[in-house]
């Protein structure tokens, strides 16, 4: 039987540590705002925010120090579940869905229920070998589009705020947090970027997109952070569904040209063999008459 208690790594769970709080400052926070008949949740979505740069270098610590364990895979579950799970569904509850009575609450329950599935699914897929692809949309990320949400009105009250189209914010709302449910217990595949290096050589262009990105940031920073999840958000789909199919015919032209490379090179040297044994079998007689003679 195991010694339950063995020591843990600090550093990794450190940073876990800090995702942790900083989501359950953010409910603090909220329950406090509505207690004061405030409705400005800026501050809330802001410490979510710093929630997930914890929670995303908690992991990229472990792996460079070669501190990973089953603990910190199974705390680092934990803390994520309340500061993506918890807390993103009391904030969008006490902004926006409780005045939706019963659809309302509804709906922040099966985001908090989806965020736990789609966590003890990846647990249990847990393998110590990096992925390149999650199945379903990673739960940080879907807390992430709902601080989108609130940052990109710079969390004014919900009665302020109005849409491009004729749709109430709060359907809006509710619509969206039903959508981050079900596409996190989808079994789409969303890219994972885990193994992404910034130290590694990329193509030029790379470069170009990134200045091009700062430069909306710089001009409409939440509205940039909102695009790009929303961009992360649809990638899965389109990839799995729109671009799956150009994707395989274009593997199975390269395939094909493999295949053709290797058969031309086989007919190549099937032409040539006849001469080569020959010229082998020259050799070894000449060797056999005079020993020392090098070819």
């Given at each position: 039987?195991?010694?339950?208690?063995?020591?843990?790594?600090?550093?990794?769970?450190?940073?876990?540590?800090?995702?942790?709080?900083?989501g359950?400052?953010?409910?603090?926070?909220?329950?406090?705002?509505?207690?004061?008949?405030?409705?400005?949740?800026?501050?809330?979505?802001?410490?979510?925010?710093?929630?997930?740069?914890?929670?995303?270098m908690?992991?990229?610590?472990?792996?460079?120090?070669?501190?990973?364990?089953?603990?910190?895979?199974?705390?680092?579950?934990?803390?994520d579940?309340?500061?993506?799970?918890?807390?993103?569904?009391?904030?969008?509850?006490?902004w926006?869905?409780?005045e939706?009575?019963?659809?309302?609450?509804?709906?922040?329950?099966l985001?908090?229920?989806?965020?736990?599935?789609?966590?003890?699914?990846?647990?249990?897929?847990?393998?110590?070998?990096?992925?390149?692809?999650?199945?379903?949309?990673?739960?940080?990320?879907?807390?992430?589009?709902?601080?989108?949400?609130?940052?990109?009105?710079?969390?004014?009250?919900?009665?302020?705020?109005e849409?491009?189209?004729?749709?109430?914010?709060?359907?809006?709302?509710?619509?969206?947090?039903?959508?981050?449910?079900?596409?996190?217990?989808?079994?789409?595949?969303?890219?994972?970027?885990k193994?992404?290096?910034?130290?590694?050589?990329?193509?030029?262009?790379?470069?170009?997109?990134?200045?091009?990105?700062?430069?909306?940031?710089?001009?409409k920073?939440?509205?940039?952070?909102?695009?790009?999840?929303?961009?992360?958000l649809?990638?899965?789909?389109?990839?799995?569904?729109?671009?799956?199919?150009?994707?395989?015919?274009f593997?199975?032209?390269?395939?094909?040209?493999?295949?053709?490379?290797?058969?031309?090179?086989i007919?190549?040297?099937?032409?040539?063999?006849?001469?080569?044994?020959?010229?082998?079998?020259?050799?070894?007689?000449?060797?056999?008459?005079?020993?020392?003679?090098?070819?």
């Open positions: 039987m195991k010694d339950p208690q063995r020591p843990v790594y600090i550093l990794p769970n450190l940073f876990t540590s800090g995702s942790l709080f900083l359950f400052y953010a409910m603090i926070h909220a329950i406090n705002i509505t207690l004061r008949g405030e409705q400005n949740y800026k501050a809330c979505a802001l410490a979510l925010i710093g929630a997930a740069m914890f929670d995303m908690d992991g990229r610590v472990a792996r460079k120090t070669n501190t990973a364990s089953r603990f910190g895979v199974e705390y680092d579950s934990l803390s579940l309340v500061s993506f799970g918890v807390a993103p569904a009391l904030i969008i509850y006490l926006t869905l409780k939706l009575g019963r659809i309302g609450w509804l709906g922040a329950f985001y908090l229920a989806c965020g736990a599935l789609r966590l003890a699914r990846f647990n249990i897929q847990v393998t110590g070998v990096e992925k390149k692809f999650f199945q379903g949309l990673p739960i940080p990320m879907a807390a992430m589009m709902i601080c989108g949400a609130i940052l990109i009105w710079e969390g004014k009250p919900i009665e302020d705020i849409l491009f189209f004729s749709l109430d914010v709060r359907f809006f709302l509710l619509i969206l947090t039903y959508l981050l449910a079900g596409m996190m217990v989808s079994t789409i595949p969303y890219r994972s970027f193994t992404l290096s910034l130290t590694t050589s990329h193509p030029f262009y790379y470069l170009v997109l990134v200045v091009v990105g700062l430069m909306f940031f710089g001009i920073p939440w509205w940039s952070l909102f695009s790009l999840g929303c961009v992360y649809l990638s899965g789909p389109v990839e799995k569904y729109v671009l799956a199919a150009p994707v395989r015919v593997q199975r032209v390269k395939r094909h040209r493999r295949v053709k490379k290797a058969l031309d090179r007919d190549e040297l099937a032409s040539v063999t006849p001469k080569t044994i020959e010229d082998e079998n020259q050799v070894k007689q000449e060797r056999k008459v005079h020993p020392l003679k090098r070819s």
